[in-house]
């Protein structure tokens, strides 16, 4: 990343700092030979040596610059925030129903810009859908029967089994929640 009135490259501050420093020593050579004395000798080679040292440092700040940033990419930022979100719903209790819920519309709003959290986040979605789905089917069909005036009827059923159905499809997709989720974590280590 090039900033205004700076290099941009590693190569470019070496040879800046590497010339100054040519330029300095050749200065105190040429003053050491004026004066003709061991002592002009000696400060010019401290001053090669220093002059060796600020080009490395300075080398070493353009190669950091150049670098990309630190820190989390916003994929790696939105890739953790769908693994918190998801454990978060996986670990939750499943009583009350209400704040599961919220957990699950929560995930379901949730942006995910690359292809292993989009996997991850429509595929767990998909999983804990269908099982909150299938639970409040069942809570339906317990109240219906546990109601005094037995209003069961052939619907308790029909919505018994589509609650069998959803927990069936819901233990088929778990597994795939699960991979999906390891293939994110590992992509944000890699760095997407």
């Known amino acids: 990343m090039t900033r205004p009135g700076r290099t941009g490259s590693a190569g470019t501050a070496a040879r800046a700092a590497g010339a100054a420093g040519t330029a300095s020593a050749a200065g105190a050579a040429s003053a050491a030979g004026a004066a003709g004395t061991a002592n002009a000798a000696e400060t010019a080679a401290r001053r090669t040596a220093a002059a060796k040292r600020i080009a490395a440092a300075l080398a070493a700040v353009a190669v950091v610059q ?55 986040k429509d595929t767990c979605a998909r999983a804990y859908r269908l099982l909150l789905d299938a639970t ?57």
């Open 66 to 120: 150049a670098a990309p940033g630190c820190g989390q990419s916003a994929e790696q930022k939105e890739a953790d925030a769908l693994l918190h979100a998801i454990d978060v719903l996986r670990d939750a209790p499943s009583e009350p129903r209400a704040a599961r819920e919220a957990l699950l519309a929560e995930l379901e709003r949730m942006p995910a810009s690359t292809p292993p959290a989009a996997s991850a």
């Open 136 to 192: 409040a089917a069942e809570a339906r069909v317990r109240a219906l029967l546990e109601a005094p005036d037995g209003a069961a009827g052939p619907g308790a059923l029909a919505d018994l089994a589509a609650a069998d159905a959803k927990v069936k499809e819901s233990a088929e997709v778990m597994p795939r929640c699960a991979d999906a989720l390891a293939i994110l974590r590992r992509s944000g280590r890699r760095g997407m």
